[in-house]
C-alpha cells in the first residue's frame, strides 16, 4: 500500500459516485488504496423510482442502492465527499491537481471519470415533468412495469426505429410517432411496423399532458385528436460530463449519438492517469454494465501503481 504524509495526495480520485464510480472506488479500497470518491449527487436514474435488471437489487429504489454502495466503499477506507464538485483538472508529469468549486484542491496519482450524462430531451412540453415515471427510455429498464399497456414511443432520430420495434415486445398496442424517424421509414419498415400491428402517426407531438385518471395524453400539432397512452418512450440526445478533460486532446469515439471519449478494455482513455466508465463513455450502458466497467477501471488504475511503485522503487534503490 502507498502511504502519503500529505492528506490531499491520493491514489485515485473517482470523480462520480454513481454505479460505475462507486464500483471503481470499491476495487481500489479493497486493494489497500487511498481512494477519493467526489460525489455531485445527481446520478442519472435519479428520477426513477426503481432500478431493475440488476441482479440481486432487482426494484430496489436507485438511492437506497448508492447508499449501500457509499457504505460499503468506506468500509475499506475510501473517503466519500458527498455534496462535492469538481471545477478543473490539471495534468502533471507524474500527478494530476484536482480543483473544488470553492478553491480547494487535491492531487492524485490516477483519475476515474464516472461522471455520467444528462439526457436532453426533445422541448415538448411535459416531457420533462414525466420523465422516469411515464416518460421512459429503456425497455429493459422499465418495459415490464408497463407491460400490455397502451405504449408509444416518440421517435427522435431515424435510430428510434430500433427503439421502435423493441417496444413492441412489451405490448401489443404501440403507437410510434414517426415525424423523427427520416429516412429511416421506408417500405420496409413501414411493412415490418404494420405487421407487428403497430400504429404509425405521422404529426408532430407538440405536448404530452398528464390526466387526471393517470394516463397520458400525446398532443399532435394541428389540434388533431389525442393519442391516449399508459407511458411513452423516447430517447433524449445524451450529454456526456467530460467538460473537465474537454481541451486535453484526448482521443475521442465518433459516434451517431455524439463524440464520446475513447477507452480501452480496462476504461483508460490516451491520458495514461486518467480512466474513464459508465454512461460518460457508453450511453447505452444499464447499471450492471456500468458497475462492470468501473471495476475494470478499477482494477486497471490499481496494476498501473502496482508498476509504478516498482519502477518507483527500483529507481530509489529500494
Do not use: K
Not at 145 to 154: A, C, F, H, I, S
Not at 190 to 201: N, P
Amino acid at each position: 500500500m502507498t502511504r502519503h504524509n500529505d492528506r490531499d495526495m491520493w491514489d485515485a480520485v473517482v470523480v462520480g459516485g454513481g454505479a460505475a464510480g462507486l464500483s471503481a472506488a470499491l476495487m481500489l479500497g479493497r486493494a489497500r488504496r487511498r481512494t477519493l470518491v467526489i460525489d455531485e449527487g445527481r446520478p442519472r436514474n435519479r428520477f426513477a423510482h426503481e432500478m431493475h435488471g440488476v441482479l440481486g437489487h432487482d426494484g430496489v429504489a436507485p438511492a437506497d442502492f448508492l447508499e449501500r454502495g457509499r457504505r460499503e466503499v468506506r468500509a475499506y477506507g475510501v473517503e466519500v465527499r458527498e455534496g462535492a464538485r469538481v471545477s478543473r483538472l490539471e495534468a502533471g508529469d507524474r500527478e494530476l491537481r484536482v480543483e473544488f468549486e470553492g478553491g480547494r484542491s487535491v492531487t492524485t496519482r490516477a483519475l476515474v471519470l464516472a461522471t455520467g450524462i444528462t439526457d436532453e430531451l426533445p422541448a415538448i412540453p411535459g416531457l420533462a415533468e414525466g420523465w422516469g415515471s411515464t416518460v421512459l427510455h429503456c425497455p429493459y429498464c422499465h418495459g415490464w412495469e408497463v407491460r400490455g399497456e397502451r405504449l408509444g414511443v416518440l421517435t427522435t432520430s431515424p435510430a428510434g426505429l430500433h427503439q421502435a420495434e423493441l417496444v413492441r415486445q412489451w405490448s401489443d398496442d404501440v403507437t410510434v410517432f414517426a415525424d423523427g424517424l427520416g429516412s429511416a421509414l421506408d417500405d420496409d419498415a413501414r411493412a415490418r411496423l404494420a405487421a407487428r400491428g403497430v400504429r404509425l402517426v405521422g404529426d408532430r407531438v407538440v405536448e404530452v399532458r398528464a390526466r387526471p385518471d393517470g394516463a397520458l395524453e400525446a398532443r399532435l400539432q394541428g389540434d388533431r385528436t389525442p393519442v391516449v397512452l399508459d407511458a411513452i418512450f423516447t430517447a433524449g440526445a445524451p450529454r456526456p460530463h467530460d467538460a473537465l478533460v474537454r481541451d486535453w486532446g484526448l482521443a475521442r469515439t465518433e459516434t451517431a449519438l455524439g463524440s464520446f471519449l475513447a477507452v480501452d478494455q480496462s476504461g483508460r482513455t490516451s491520458h495514461e492517469r486518467v480512466w474513464a466508465a459508465g454512461n460518460v463513455v457508453s450511453p447505452f450502458a444499464t447499471v450492471p454494465v456500468s458497475m462492470a466497467a468501473g471495476s475494470m477501471a478499477g482494477a486497471g488504475v490499481n496494476a498501473f501503481l502496482v508498476g509504478e511503485d516498482a519502477r518507483r522503487a527500483v529507481g530509489d534503490g529500494v
